[in-house]
């Protein structure tokens, strides 16, 4: 066993390391890494986004997310991978409001500041709606440190397959013009209005 | 410039094997070394590191400054989720990039006791699924639960076992 594993690693005679065993290994390794930090890829599992990202019992889509945002990122408006608060899981969601920003909710129309730390977000389908800032469980604004990154595109099905910058882009989905999403006002446009701040 | 080197390279073959052999030697060493840091990466976040914490919410316990603990990841990653009396380092809910070390006190599915400031009384919170009720020991100094509510196992990095630091104070924590 010994001897086999040192013939793996190292040449019988010269005793120079395998390089195609180091490099497979070095591969391996840092696609664990990169799995970790960087990005990876989740299956759709409810119809809370659904216009966006659709689930079916054999097709569902598979998401290519990424694992890491800088804290000065700008998510308003971008479809964002969060880890689930109350199970482990990944789900996705549309972020609404930032830090700092004031949100007036769809339901009730309460008008809420996000504190520090924190986004605003919504599923996409407002009659199947999970766990987000207007359901019961959550209610309310949601620590950015659960927020692993912004989406990149759908990889399967390969008739799927779109980018989700094109997809917002180019979205013809409501042309209902009926708002979907709870109403995002920046501090300064908070003061014009109410005069708060 | 290439007649150059093929000039140098036809007359003098020991160039090539030392070229070649440099080349080999520093794709061995960038190899092992991004094996070494990954490694040490998986090490720190599922098995156990050495954090230093500051700050005067768990006092009694766990002093001002100058505190190095070892904080155990393996527990929560794989065994079993956070349980009463465990002393926890958790993320910062409202401070990205900042950590706390506070005790548990409940868990999930028990009612929290807390006192309401505006109705000068203690009222019972509920604390969700999945969810933990973090408190310091200094409750008189701490920024925890009471502020903030209950917070979620995602955001709680692992169990300290132990206080290496100082040295004359060493101790098993849990």
């Known amino acids: ?197 | 410039m290439s007649s150059l080197l093929r000039n140098l390279f036809s007359k003098h073959p020991e160039v090539v094997s030392t070229v070649k052999s440099t080349a080999r030697d520093t794709y061995i060493a960038l190899c092992l070394t991004g094996q070494l840091l990954t490694l040490a990466y998986l090490f720190d976040r599922y098995l156990f590191r050495l954090v230093g914490v500051k700050g005067p919410s768990m006092l009694p316990t766990i002093g001002e400054r100058n505190n190095l603990l070892l904080l155990d990841c393996f527990t929560y990653a794989f065994l079993r989720s956070p349980q009463k009396n465990d002393i926890v380092v958790a993320e910062n809910p409202f401070k990205p990039g900042h950590t706390l070390v506070k005790r548990v006190l409940y868990v999930e599915g028990e009612m929290a006791e807390v006192m309401d400031q505006r109705s000068q009384g203690y009222v019972s919170v509920k604390v969700p699924k999945g969810h933990v009720w973090i408190e310091g020991d200094n409750k008189s100094n701490s920024r925890d639960s009471r502020d903030f509510g209950p917070i979620s196992v995602n955001l709680v990095d692992g169990v300290v076992r132990a206080r290496v630091w100082p040295w004359e104070l060493r101790q098993r924590l849990d």
């Not at chain 1, 969601?93 to 830090?99: C, D, F, P």
């Not at chain 1, 909710?105 to 207007?134: A, F, T, Y």
């Open chain 1, 1 to 197: 066993m010994g001897q086999y594993l040192s013939h793996t690693f190292f040449h019988p005679q010269t005793g120079h390391p395998n390089l195609k065993v180091l490099t497979f290994n070095t591969i391996i390794l840092l696609g664990i890494y990169a799995n970790q930090r960087l990005f990876s890829i989740s299956l759709i599992k409810d119809d809370s986004m659904s216009p966006y990202l659709l689930n079916s019992t054999f097709l569902s889509d598979l998401v290519w997310y990424h694992k890491y945002s800088p804290p000065t990122e700008k998510l308003r408006n971008k479809i964002v991978a969060v880890r689930d608060p109350f199970g482990k899981g990944i789900i996705f969601r549309r972020v609404i409001a930032e830090e700092h920003q004031w949100v007036q909710r769809m339901d009730d129309g309460g008008i809420i500041k996000v504190p520090q730390g924190h986004v605003w977000i919504e599923c996409e389908n407002p009659d199947g709606r999970k766990i987000d800032s207007l359901s019961p469980e959550l209610n309310g604004p949601i620590s950015r440190k659960h927020v692993l990154g912004p989406c990149e595109r759908i990889i399967w099905p390969i008739w799927r397959c779109t980018s989700f910058s094109d997809m917002n882009k180019f979205s013809v989905l409501f042309g209902d013009k009926k708002p979907r999403h709870s109403q995002m006002y920046t501090s300064q446009q908070m003061y014009d209005k109410y005069g708060l701040q």
